[in-house]
T-cell receptor
Framework: DSGVTQTPKHLITATGQRVTLRCSPR?????VYWYQQSLDQGLQFLIH???????AKGNILERFSAQQFPDLHSELNLSSLELGDSALYFC????????????FGEGSRLTVL | AQRVTQPEKLLSVFKGAPVELKCNYSYSGSPELFWYVQYSRQRLQLLLR??SRESIKGFTADLNKGETSFHLKKPFAQEEDSAMYYC???????????FGQGTTLQVKP
């Protein structure tokens, strides 16, 4: 499958812990986006990377950080987890930063207990 | 601040009825607007963009700058149109694609 791949698909952890979500973009795509989808919320934009550099930042908490590596995969780090961080985290990729046809992964479902 | 509002969480219609999914936006500049769709057990995907002025799967959407709206319309709904629909906005050159909260369209037989 040459689409966007996200791991893990499901993750259950406790408050105060730290997790890392991983995203591999489509082959050839240089832009990676992260979104959070909580219960009753739409897709909240977190951050956008293009070719390894941060391109735009949304309402991303200071406890969250992300990066895009030279091989273009991206990781979203969530620390000091709270119950409210439980959500579906989507990664999407696109060819360039001006190509707004985003290709989404299946998401990583995080449950904080 | 840029914002996209989809006032209906759920829209239920019968097959063959017209459909209009509402989307309003808040942005002072010239927006680029999109509709994304997520069918059951599939990934979120682009349906159409306003600059293309295209019709995809019978759906069209017209940008109305006066009313700051970008409603999605289809004259005759089909059962396979049942899905979650998201309106999205690009604000200038910010690199941010902002989504609304989504509307679930349910087409009943």
């Amino acid at each position: 499958d040459s689409g966007v791949t996200q791991t893990p698909k499901h993750l259950i952890t406790a408050t105060g812990q730290r997790v890392t979500l991983r995203c591999s973009p489509r082959s050839g795509d240089l832009s990676v986006y992260w979104y959070q989808q909580s219960l009753d919320q739409g897709l909240q934009f977190l951050i956008h990377y293009y070719n390894g550099e941060e391109r735009a930042k949304g309402n991303i908490l200071e406890r969250f950080s992300a990066q895009q590596f030279p091989d273009l995969h991206s990781e979203l780090n969530l620390s000091s987890l709270e119950l409210g961080d439980s959500a579906l985290y989507f990664c999407a990729s696109s060819v360039t930063f001006r190509s707004w046809e985003l290709f989404f992964g299946e998401g990583s479902r995080l449950t904080v207990l | 601040a840029q914002r996209v509002t989809q006032p209906e969480k759920l829209l239920s219609v019968f097959k063959g009825a017209p459909v209009e999914l509402k989307c309003n936006y808040s942005y002072s500049g010239s927006p680029e607007l999109f509709w994304y769709v997520q069918y059951s057990r599939q990934r979120l995907q682009l349906l159409l963009r306003h600059i293309s002025r295209e019709s995809i799967k019978g759906f069209t959407a017209d940008l109305n700058k006066g009313e700051t709206s970008f409603h999605l319309k289809k004259p005759f709904a089909q059962e396979e149109d049942s899905a979650m629909y998201y309106c999205a906005l690009i604000a200038g050159n910010t690199g941010k694609l902002i989504f609304g909260q989504g509307t679930t369209l349910q087409v009943k037989p």
